[in-house]
């Protein structure tokens, strides 16, 4: 049995973040990762050979319901972080008094957020491109220019080189910035360990059972006695962790996420660059609608265009002119994650309303709109049926046809499985993280969030788990 004082399951951004706080503040942090520990650059970004090194399940997950939902987690040191796009919103004071006010959260305005929100953009050198924006992000601004919509660069945590172009930077994950931090104050950071179970006693954790990988199937088994235990394992493992621990009040019944529709847009242009994103979105209908740009590796093309691809191989073929694009929304709806006994991954379920499904098929067309105002020559929507689009007008026609069901969705943003709140009849944790009912067991993740943004989420979510660790270290709760 290891003793220590806190242990941190998880070391994405909400683990990294804690982990160095907590260590800074003079904790005896203990970190447990499931994943690896693989510095950036080991594998080229948003290919599919780090889909297959750094995603959960190679990042084959999915989300059943009617259509379904591909998702995907970052699995490694540094979860998430390590494998995102790195664009970053600063949570407004809108969202936090509108999220305090619907939720019951207390000290959640802009003034309890800021200082630490600051920090964040500090370490993680949170700015907008110095040099040249990709063609592909080109794309979307000129295309907002002509429609007369509302664009923004959205910054991202990118140290740059030489030229100072987008292409030239380098994305500062957690083990770039707040893991090292954790280390050199001390804080002890385990990869290849799956924690297994939380034990109860009372309002108490008193044991967590883990299992460590030596060598393909070969692991020993760890048990830790921790004081306090922070659950930092993403928005779908976190629940599942809890549930399978007999922690389940108001646990995985509220997941919510960003559903993403997408097209390949072909240009005369060569466009394409496979290993960056587009910086710019589309504002004019934020929160409930963004449009943005994905990664667009040949590879990932001929992804959003299955199954139908063979049929559009040409595409393909001519990557280089083309680029992936996305509308994504917020929902109605909501998911479920389930722990089932003996198996390892949990269930996940989503159901969207028909409000939603209206949504997602009006996000598209706007992003169509888009993209022909920019000057595609064809796009290609992520759709259950082949569809080729020569105009805007091509999709009027199309927008009738189309119903939810028919939409390929996926996503990247996952939130709100264990919300915080001080209703107990919703909320899984308090204010500040602590599980309901529990003196020693909080939560420091995407979980946490009453709902899903309507941003891309990291910056919420690393400044909401800051205030949680200075209220933690304040011995508010
Ligand atoms: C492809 C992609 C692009 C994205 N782009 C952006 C973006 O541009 N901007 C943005 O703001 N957000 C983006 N996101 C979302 C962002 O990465 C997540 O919101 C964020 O990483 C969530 O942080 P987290 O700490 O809650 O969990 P995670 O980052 O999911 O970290 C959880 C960690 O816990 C570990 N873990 C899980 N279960 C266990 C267990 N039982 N035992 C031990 N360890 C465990 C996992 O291996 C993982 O490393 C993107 C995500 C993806 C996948």
Request: proline share 6%; charged share 25%.
């Amino acid at each position: 049995m290891i003793d220590v004082e806190v242990l941190v399951i998880g070391s994405g951004p909400g683990g990294a973040l804690t982990a160095a706080r907590l260590a800074e503040a003079g904790r005896q942090v203990f970190v447990l990762e499931e994943g690896d520990w693989i510095e950036v650059g080991e594998h080229e970004p948003f290919s599919l050979d780090q889909m297959e090194a750094q995603y959960r399940n190679a990042g084959q997950t999915v989300a059943l319901g009617r259509p379904p939902i591909i998702y995907t987690e970052g699995r490694g040191a540094g979860g998430g972080s390590e494998v995102n796009s790195g664009l970053y919103h600063r949570p407004g004071p809108e969202l936090l008094d509108d999220w305090a006010r619907r939720f019951a959260i207390r000290d959640l305005s802009e003034r309890d957020i800021v200082e630490h929100s600051r920090e964040i953009e500090k370490t993680l050198s949170v700015g907008t491109v110095p040099g040249a924006v990709t063609p592909a992000s080109s794309v979307i601004e000129r295309g907002g220019a002509a429609l007369g919509w509302a664009t923004r660069e959205v910054p991202r945590w990118m140290v740059y080189g030489e030229t100072s172009d987008a292409g030239d930077g380098e994305r500062q994950t957690m083990t770039r910035t707040y893991l090292p931090r954790a280390r050199e104050a001390g804080a002890t950071i385990m990869t290849g360990v799956h924690v297994d179970r939380l034990v109860k006693r009372g309002r108490r954790i008193v044991e967590v059972r883990a299992t460590k990988r030596l060598a393909p199937g070969i692991s020993e088994p760890l048990r830790f006695r921790p004081e306090h235990v922070f659950v930092c394992a993403g928005a779908i493992q976190t629940p599942a962790l809890l549930q399978r621990s007999g922690l389940r009040t108001n646990v995985g019944r509220t997941l919510a996420v960003h559903p993403m529709v997408k097209a390949v847009a072909r240009f005369d242009d060569a466009i394409n660059v496979p290993d960056d994103v587009p910086v710019h979105q589309v504002k004019e209908f934020a929160p409930n609608i963004s449009i943005g740009g994905s990664a667009s590796g040949p590879g990932l093309l001929g992804l959003a265009l299955a199954p139908e691809w063979a049929r559009f191989a040409e595409v393909t073929a001519d990557w280089e002119h083309s680029s992936l694009y996305y509308a994504a929304t917020r929902t109605q709806g909501h998911g479920r994650v389930q722990a089932l006994p003996f198996l390892d991954d949990p269930l996940v379920t989503y159901r969207l309303t028909r409000g939603d499904g209206k949504m997602l098929v009006h996000a598209l067309e706007r992003m169509v709109h888009l993209l022909f105002a920019a000057g595609a020559r064809r796009v290609y929507p992520s759709v259950a049926e082949a569809v080729e689009l020569r105009t805007a007008a091509d999709l009027t026609e199309l927008g009738q046809r189309l119903k939810l069901r028919d939409l390929n969705l996926m996503t990247v943003h996952l939130c709100s499985s264990v919300p915080m709140g001080e209703d107990r009849a919703r909320a899984g944790v308090d204010s500040f993280g602590r599980i309901h009912g529990f003196d020693n067991v909080r939560v420091n993740d995407a979980s946490l969030l009453p709902e899903a943004p309507g941003l891309n989420p990291q910056g919420t979510i690393m400044a909401i788990a800051s205030r949680n660790c200075a209220a933690f270290l304040a011995g508010a709760r």
